[in-house]
């Protein structure tokens, strides 16, 4: 009986002992605090990765935390990571954020300007001169962007249901994974047409000279309103990271830097009815 009582002695000794140790651990957990933030692959993964490591680094050194940047395989892998509390805020396309909002209450932090415009259209791209009108895309092969895409899927479909063209009028469609991969799957003859935002052709010029000459955009989708700063709706630093994020985007340096990533030229207020109608639409298209 004694060596029982001596044993738990030792053990409360030892818990006592080793409680300073438990606390500096936490103290140190709390001092390393991580912002974990999400970029899409909407264009060349490896631009996306570096760029994003230096806005990660300016971040961090704006806000005080660490700030970490991952580039996940897909648009819906990003949702995901929000609602699994994985990823803390996200650059997310317009289509993810309302899908993202309607399931998992995620919210709009900023809404990106490109040119001075909130505001973008997404195209029907094809080989020149060999699309004319809508008929002929019946019996053709089509490449989407990805299923959470808003110019290379969602407005692309709407475009195409109200000029008579549904999904089985094609004989074969697949999600490229990127915009840039759509037009690539064209120029190579993997599909005859597909989806992007206009102008993806623009940001392809350096490794494809000629890619505006081959590649023409054959119709146009109604304006869609810019892509989203989105965070989880319990991120505790939302009002630290917008501030941040309008600051930088006044910076020369970090101007250029968001210029690389994602042609982004500056931020503005989040305005929920901006994003309406493309609710409304992915209701129509039942993808809500």
Known sequence: MRSIILLRSQMKI???????????????????????????????????????????????A??????????????????????????????????????????????????????????????????KGIIHSFEDLRGKKFAYVDASSTSGYLYA???LKENGVEEADFSETYFAGGHDKVIFAIFSGKVDAGAAFFDVRSRMQNAFPNVVEQIEAFALTEPIPNDTITVRPDFAHSEDLKQALLQIAQAQESKTLLKNLYQIDGFTEFQPEWYEPVRKIAKALGIL
């Open 14 to 60: 030892g818990l006592f002992a080793l409680l300073p140790a438990i606390l500096l651990f936490a103290c140190i957990e709390q001092k390393e605090e991580v912002i974990r933030m999400a970029l899409v692959p909407s264009v060349e993964t490896g631009i996306i990765e570096q760029t994003g490591k230096e806005l990660s680094n300016i971040l961090s």
């Open 62 to 127: 704006n806000l005080g935390k660490k700030v970490v940047v991952r580039v996940p395989t897909s648009y819906s892998a990003v949702v995901e990571g929000l609602r699994a509390k994985t990823v803390d805020v996200a650059f997310l396309p317009t289509l993810a954020f309302v899908l993202g909002n309607e399931k998992y209450g995620l919210k709009g932090l900023l809404t990106v300007v490109r040119e001075g415009k909130t505001s973008y259209r997404g195209a029907i791209f094809c080989r």
């Open 157 to 159: 479909r709407w475009l």
